[in-house]
């Protein structure tokens, strides 16, 4: 699952304080992946690695959220935005009856989907009918009627004993029936066929020329994965919709599918079918299906954890240098940036009983003092940040000269780090924290 693969890409993005180019390519290539894996289809899964990575370069690293958090933000909004940018209801007619036709492969759901939607639409109010217009299968005509009983709503279908009825016909005496009887809604269930076929698709043709539905709904099996794409496309080149079904979500099927056609049809995905039951039917919810593509619940767990496990090792890291009086300036930014988001220090000055005494050192911690701060310390050598002690005059002054400050502040902060660094020893051998001695570094 891409929760695997990310796991050593996240563990080397944490902790970073800005995304480069090779984080986000590293990552990008776990996505990359793990939408194959979940059946997407590679002009598709290009696209929108493109489309991700150019988001994340262009993307200013938030002090609230880390890389990892980011990178995969980004990811979950681009999917949803693709699966659901353009959600919309059904368009119903203004001169009822609407008229709704299904179209798809043989076995991709059709006509149970006839019996949820009709379910569905009736507990809405509507009044819908099912027209049986596969004529194909000996059972078809029966199927529909078994499902339209279920549902509690009538079908109209051609009259046994008459051999093989012309399904365009049927289509159309179909629809004179709903008005008759002041059906608000019809639904026109079709043939479909194990591969797509021309006979199939001008019979398809001819029924929608028939009906002149409002809506077309193209019905495909969310388990077959790559073939969706050239499914979709013949359907969209040849009878055309307005929007499709995912079915049989209920199995195991990571649903690339749903991004495939998504992209390939520009057609909205409307409805997810998830089960045998009439019930098992509802709107389709473009959140749920990013999470299934990526996995993306086990991601978010697994960087909450990350993060968890990285702040315990962290504070356990400061607590360390802070009693064996070893902590250097570098920690002291670092601490000081994370006190913004209520970071480790604060919670460990609360938790040190004396740390009242500490007033003046968290005084600088302020707003205001923070800028300065941080562009002193980033003006100081790794050396001179790793060993404060070897800052002399000369240094303070080009310290204070590359960082646009005065020699006083330069003074001031050394002189508080110091102080701060040797309280924090001593509280800390006082109380026993780990490390706990004085130093004389
Ligand atoms: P049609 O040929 O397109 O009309 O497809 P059907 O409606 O006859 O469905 C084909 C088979 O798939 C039937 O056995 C259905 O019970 C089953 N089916 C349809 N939709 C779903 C679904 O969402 N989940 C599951 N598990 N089975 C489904
Ligand atoms: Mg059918």
Redesign the pocket.
Known sequence: TLSDRLTSVLQNLRGKGRLSEADVDATAREIRVALLEADVALPVVRAFIAKVKDRAKGTEVSQALNPAQQVVKIVNEELVAILGGETRRLDLAKNPPTVIMLA??????????AGKLARWLKSQGHTPMLVAC?LQRPNAVT?LQVVGERAGVPVFAPEPGNGVGDPVDVSRRGIDEAKRAQHDIVIV?TA?RLGVDEEMMRQAIDIRAAVQPDEVLF?VDAMIGQDAVNTATAFRDGVGFTGVVL?????DARGGAALSVRELTGQPIMFA????KLE?FDVFHPDRMASRILGMGDVLTLIEQAEQAFDAEQAEATAQKLGSGQLTLEDFLEQMLAIRKMGPIANLLGMLPGAGQMKDQLAMLDEKHLDRVQAIIRGMTPAERDDPKIINASRRLRIANGSGVKVSDVNELVNRFFEARKMMSQMAGRFGLPGGRSSNR
Do not use: I, R
Request: glycine share 24%; charged share 30%; net charge negative.
């Open positions: 798809g492969l043989q076995g991709a759901g059709k006509t149970t989907l596969d199927q269930d479909g019905v079915t049989k979500l209920d199995g079918s998830n089960g045998e098992d």
